[in-house]
């Protein structure tokens, strides 16, 4: 079978279409017949779609090295991901943030243990507005007052900026939808006690139509996964800390390391116990040298990126007060 090239799709029938494909792709001949010794080495993948391209190329190049063990990937989201590992659907859940209580405990009710977490690299869930817009930076409180449902900003003159060609500078705010990891940690980690998002969130399956949103749209803000952000938006930097006039910070491999970039996140392969030994080969590999060099070339943060002077920090940042 020749080498498919896998690029994303809008629709969701075209995506499953092209999951199909890759998955012959990657099994590199006919798929393993049920009660086959080949199918007892199948792992099947599920979870993060913004981490489906990195996830492809870890188990090409991992089936490349070893052939007699086969691999299905899917996407749909870290919620898809994790409610598969629930019903033992799957081998692995691919995620972009934690467990919830909820979870925890039905994986331990259904399966008798807690699932194995494994980190394979880092994320730094990055803020985007349109290029046009002025705005260099925000503060964590200044994005709950911006995204939250108990008022705040509504417009961007309430930030001290306007932004050329936004009717009435009203703020447009985007997001994954709620079946997503950067959803979930989002409104985990800036809404906190608000715990809901503004009622006129708009939100949209695939990061990169998300990221077309934005660049064609001068009054939108959004946050997602900083590898599936493009050179057609603008990253603005974000401060922790509004008591103590933190930095301004830039989401970075460095700065993310450092513990500086205050919404930095561990990425997850999540395993049921009675999965491990066919899985846990895998997942050694991907957390060596060679699969960290692949989520590094994905554009996500490496687990063994050495730590470097940074010259992006803004220490006084163009952020509107509060």
């Known amino acids: 079978m020749g080498t498919q090239h896998i690029t994303r799709h809008p629709t969701l029938r075209t995506i499953l279409f092209v999951f199909l494909n890759l998955t012959a792709a990657l099994l590199l001949g006919p798929y393993p017949a049920q009660g086959s010794s080949e199918a007892v080495n199948l792992i099947h993948i599920k979870g993060s779609n913004a981490m489906v391209d990195v996830v492809l190329a870890w188990t090409k190049i991992y089936h490349a090295n070893n052939p007699g063990v086969f691999f299905e990937v899917d996407g749909g989201g870290s919620g898809n991901g994790i409610a598969a590992l629930i019903n033992g659907h799957v081998d692995i859940a691919v995620t972009t943030r934690n467990l919830k209580e909820r979870e925890i405990r039905l994986i331990s009710q259904r399966s008798g243990k807690l699932p194995k977490t494994h980190i394979i690299g880092m994320d730094a869930l990055s803020i985007v507005v349109h290029k046009s817009n002025p705005l260099n930076g925000l503060t964590m409180s200044q994005l709950t007052r911006i995204f939250g449902n108990s008022g705040g900003y509504s417009r961007w003159s309430d930030l001290g900026v306007e932004v050329p060609g936004c009717d009435n500078n009203t703020i447009q705010r985007i997001s994954r939808k709620n079946n997503s990891g950067d959803y979930f940690y989002f409104r985990e980690t800036v809404l ?32 997602t996964s900083m590898a599936t952000v493009t050179n057609d938006v603008k990253t603005v930097c974000v401060a922790g800390d509004d008591a103590q006039e933190t930095a301004c910070v830039p989401p970075t491999a460095d700065f993310t390391h450092k513990g500086l970039y205050p919404l930095a996140r561990p990425l997850f392969f999540l395993v049921l116990d009675s999965r491990v ?4 080969p895998f997942i050694d590999w991907v957390q060596g040298s060679q699969g960290q060099e692949i989520i590094r070339k994905a554009g996500f943060i490496a687990l063994q990126d050495s730590l470097k002077t940074d010259p992006l920090v803004q220490n006084n940042p163009t952020t509107p007060p509060l």
């Open 192 to 223: 906190k006690e608000h715990n809901h998002f503004h009622a006129n969130l708009i939100t949209i399956r695939q990061p990169e139509k998300l990221m077309e949103k934005v660049a064609l749209s001068p009054c939108a803000i959004a946050f």
């Open 277 to 280: 030994s066919l899985a846990q």
